[in-house]
């Protein structure tokens, strides 16, 4: 069993900045790729951000491209998500994923493990 932990979650003024972080732990680490989903009140869990283990490639939703960067450090098993240039929109609670089922990586259904969730709230 793998274990998912976020952290850096909080409330930022739009325009302001958060660093999301997610460590994984447990089971020997065998998952492609991590990722980043959100998901606000009353809305569907959607798509942020991937990265790729082998050679760090790089999926964006085109509501945050541009302004969010995820990075990796395989060796800590750790993803980052930077987010700058926040608005109210990106309020959300923010989820880690892994155990990638290596097919459609922008869909929620096709990760296997996933974090507690980290809130994150741009004030307007």
């Known amino acids: 069993q793998v274990q998912l932990v976020e952290s850096g979650g909080g409330l930022v003024q739009a325009g302001g900045s958060l660093r999301l972080s997610c460590a994984a732990s447990?089971?020997?680490?065998?998952?492609?790729?991590m990722g980043w989903f959100r998901q606000a009140p009353g809305k569907v869990r959607e798509f942020v951000a991937a990265?790729?283990?082998?050679?760090?490639?790089?999926y964006y939703a085109d509501s945050v491209k541009g302004r969010f960067t995820i990075s990796r450090d395989n060796a800590k098993n750790t993803v980052v998500l930077q987010m700058n240039s926040l608005k109210p929109e990106d309020t959300a609670v923010y989820y880690c994923?892994?155990?990638?089922?290596?097919?459609?990586?922008?869909?929620?259904?096709?990760?296997?493990?996933w974090g507690q969730g980290t809130q994150v709230t741009v004030s307007s």
């Open positions: 994923a892994t155990d990638w089922k290596n097919i459609e990586i922008r869909k929620a259904s096709r990760w296997g493990s």
């Open positions: 447990g089971r020997t680490f065998s998952s492609d790729a």
């Open positions: 990265i790729l283990w082998t050679g760090g490639y790089t």
